[in-house]
């Protein structure tokens, strides 16, 4: 281990402790398996929790709001009445740290992060832990989706140093903002296996009066140990490695952790990883003919199938939640992110595409229904998230999953209805409690319920097919569909009277732009031009709300104000790498859906800011902040993981070559071809950490496809072409529109394309590689032959 560990393990600061009580079941990566633990610096660290709690309004309306009251952010917020006096991320607390010679108490979270909101309430809502903290550190708080550069620096001092990460997080740091201690959740008093933080911060301050000198020179060496250790580039290496050999790897990594029951790759947690979804479906898409082609086909359909019967899905409102705490995608954990619902629209549509069959369509469908209902700003703007907290009922404190569980009670007074027909008597609430596993009891294990909050509730997870359910009951399929269908629409009435989960109304610029290509490639794929518009209303918010025109900046955040009028911080938040890096593949989404080439033309400027502000010139591949915005900072790193969102990196690979698609600058593909050449030992190490990557390099060692339609955007005839390309499962292509207009954006771009006519004034199709156009075609039976071969 590193140096804080060493320090650690000579007995200066804390005995063991073992994990909390929702260790078991949840899982420890910071990227994308969340979950809670007592922690121990001494030991293995294992993760916080991911989960949400709406925050409590100060019990006592004499409490003084601390600084944080004056920010924007809503989980700073929720700190604003603790009595802690906290700082926010920035140059007065690193000023004070140094004069006073103080450490510097670092926490990291979200606010809709259940265990941070434990942490809140038992510690930073305690008088004593609180006056320890402001007299003896200087503690300073941050959003990690505010700021993803400094939850990514510290994370990977914990991960380093201990067995996970999550949140949330709180690291120890210098004045001088190196870390030598971290952890995640800490209870606040010690227990029978478990250090309290109360202990904690006492120990920690005695080191640090007693010992700093070892502090310091520990922490300067873990700093230098994990800059030689994150460090990716080009190397002596001028090519990326066999796009083959690391298919073929990653493939063979993902065939072993499947569950071949219940789909997914893990035990429990169970998380959605469209990263990988996406990964097997291309892999099936160059394997065809092949065995593992066609099970790279299954494992995918499988698994989007099981999780969209699973509780994991919401079966009432649409939508999916974060993750499963079972193996079978029954028991959620219940908070529901942006991000998931954008990727898993575009996984469910892939599906669709490449099976024919509608229930992926479905899903894709009632997933954004959910997301314009409860996620949609009036503006266009998609919020971040939905807490999987809220009270049972008004005036109740809140509980993990009371808006979203039934009991049979409530079932049986909301559906009494008899249904005709049916072989034995039966209610419509009998034959939905018997299509989605309701019991009397309860279907939540104590192993799922730790606090016995749940008892007698249900979650709806599909047990049986259609089929299984009429014939039980002797009953028509498609009445056994009407009926359910309108048992959940009373469900949903019904819901509306119970008190909401607390909705985080920050808008991310990468986030939104995960949403623009949701919307976009849903709407593209099943033809619903109401969908591409809503696509269209999420670019036109970045641009109006989201960005600098006099810079050509993007900014990270922005905020719901009242009135629902549109806020930012002072000074704002400028972009990331993976705000740059999605919005741009969004806006390339974007266009291939509309053929408005205002979106492109936007694509191209982001990414040449992007380029500007975050590659690195002499390692190849892109940093994830600006070097201005981390300064301070002890590491500037390189996401090198997909994970619950891919990474920056392997989001700007692909639209790298996109972009040399669409316009042929040969500077895009360099980039790209060094890019991949960068993180070439981390994909020959553990290409499953990077399938979104491994699936461009396969991309880029392969021939993209320009398919260039000829004709009038609105003419039905161009209309027809565009809608069976759009209907085909083709990632490694781009669609291009010609008009016919030597002076348009297209035409400048490529110079051949005036090359190409239309046939006896008809839409027509020419489908091009390697600076060769096929013959063209004016019908789509004709051109999907051509587009198969």
């Not at 908070?335 to 990727?343: S, V």
């Not at 989605?436 to 799922?448: D, F, H, P, R, V």
Request: hydrophobic share 35%.
């Amino acid at each position: 281990m590193l140096g804080a560990r060493v320090w650690l393990s000579r007995g200066l600061l804390l005995g063991g402790a073992g994990p909390g009580l929702a260790a078991s079941r949840r899982g420890s990566s910071s990227r994308d398996k969340d979950r809670s633990a007592s922690v121990s610096s001494s030991g293995p660290m294992p993760a916080g929790g991911k989960g949400s709690r709406p925050s409590c309004p100060p019990s006592a309306p004499q409490k003084t709001p601390n600084r944080l009251i004056n920010e924007k952010s809503p989980y700073l917020l929720q700190h604003a009445y603790n009595p802690v006096d906290w700082y926010p991320w920035g140059q007065e607390a690193f000023d004070k740290a140094r004069k006073e010679n103080k450490p510097i108490f670092l926490s990291v979270g979200y606010s809709t992060c259940h265990w941070c909101h434990m942490m809140e309430e038992e510690s930073f809502q305690n008088e004593e832990i609180g006056r320890l903290l402001s007299e003896d550190f200087v503690c300073v708080k941050v959003d990690r989706e505010e700021r993803p550069d400094v939850d990514k620096v510290y994370m990977t001092f914990v991960q380093a140093t201990s067995s996970g990460g999550g949140w949330p997080m709180n690291v120890w740091l210098t004045p001088n903002l190196q870390p030598f201690v971290g952890g995640t959740y800490f209870p606040p008093e010690d227990g029978l296996t478990r250090v309290g933080f109360h202990t904690v911060l006492l120990r920690i301050r005695d080191q640090w009066k007693q010992n700093k000198n070892t502090l310091l020179e520990n922490s300067q060496r873990v700093t230098t140990t994990l800059l030689a250790r994150s460090e990716i580039s080009t190397g002596d290496r001028q090519l990326p490695p066999s796009a083959a050999t690391m298919n073929s790897r990653c493939f063979q990594q993902l065939d072993e952790g499947y569950d071949e029951e219940y789909g997914g790759f893990a035990e429990a947690p169970k998380f959605p990883t469209p990263v990988i979804l996406n990964f097997l479906f291309s892999y099936w898409l160059s394997h065809r003919v092949t065995p593992d082609g066609s099970r790279a086909q299954q494992m995918a359909l499988h698994t989007l199938k099981m999780m969209a019967n699973g509780g994991i899905r919401d079966h009432v409102g649409q939508g999916f939640h974060r993750y499963s705490t079972d193996r079978q995608w029954h028991i959620p954990h219940f908070e529901k992110m942006l991000y998931d619902q954008a990727q898993l629209a575009v996984a469910y549509s892939q599906a669709f595409q490449i099976s024919g069959d509608e229930f992926y369509s479905d899903v894709a469908k009632g997933i954004l229904q959910y997301v314009s209902r409860n996620l949609t700003h009036r503006s266009g703007g998609f919020y971040c998230a939905e807490d999987a907290d809220s009270p049972p009922e008004r005036n109740m404190r809140p509980r993990e999953g009371a808006f979203y569980v039934w009991t049979v009670k409530e079932i049986q007074q909301l559906l009494p209805d008899p249904v005709p027909g049916a072989t034995e008597p039966l209610t419509s609430g009998q034959l939905l409690m018997k299509h989605y596993g309701l019991t009397e009891a309860g279907n939540i294990g104590s192993t799922q319920d730790s606090k016995g909050e749940l008892q007698g509730q249900n979650v709806l997870t599909v047990r049986y097919s259609l089929e299984l359910t009429a014939a039980r009951f002797g009953l028509d399929v498609e009445a056994v569909r009407t009926l359910l269908n309108a048992g959940l629409e009373k469900l949903s009435q019904a819901r509306k009277h119970r008190p909401k989960p607390h909705l985080d109304n920050k808008m991310l610029a990468a986030w939104n732009g995960l949403m623009v290509s949701g919307y976009a490639v849903t709407g593209a794929v099943l033809g619903l031009d109401k969908l591409v518009n809503c696509a269209t209303n999420g670019a036109k918010f970045l641009k109006r709300h989201m960005f600098d025109v006099a810079s050509g900046r993007l900014m990270r955040t922005c905020y719901s104000g009242s009135g629902g009028t549109v806020e930012h911080s002072n000074p704002p938040c400028w972009g990331f790498l993976e705000d740059y890096a999605f919005v741009v593949r969004g806006l390339l989404d974007l266009y291939e859906a509309s053929q408005e080439s205002s979106w492109l033309e936007w694509a191209l400027r982001l990414q040449d800011t992007q380029d500007r502000l975050f590659w690195d010139a002499k390692g190849g591949g892109y940093f994830c902040s600006e070097a201005e915005l981390g300064a301070g900072l002890p590491l500037r790193l390189k996401d090198d993981q997909d994970g619950a969102e891919p990474s920056g990196n392997s989001v700007s690979a692909h639209n790298l070559l996109r972009l040399h698609g669409f316009t042929g600058h040969k500077d895009w593909m360099d980039k790209c071809v060094c890019l991949l050449t960068a993180f070439s030992e981390r994909m020959r190490r553990v290409p499953v950490a990077l399938p979104e990557m491994v699936r461009t390099l396969s991309a880029h060692q392969q021939t993209l496809k320009q398919i260039v339609i000829c004709g009038d955007r609105q003419a039905k005839d161009t209309k027809a072409l565009v809608q069976c390309v759009h209907s085909m499962y083709i990632p490694n292509k781009v669609l291009i529109l010609a008009d016919g207009d030597p002076s348009s954006f297209m035409s400048r771009q490529l110079p051949f394309l005036s090359t190409l006519r239309r046939l006896e004034d008809r839409a027509t199709a020419y489908v091009c590689e390697n600076q060769a156009c096929s013959l063209p075609v004016t019908e789509p039976c004709e051109l999907r032959k051509l587009l198969h071969q």
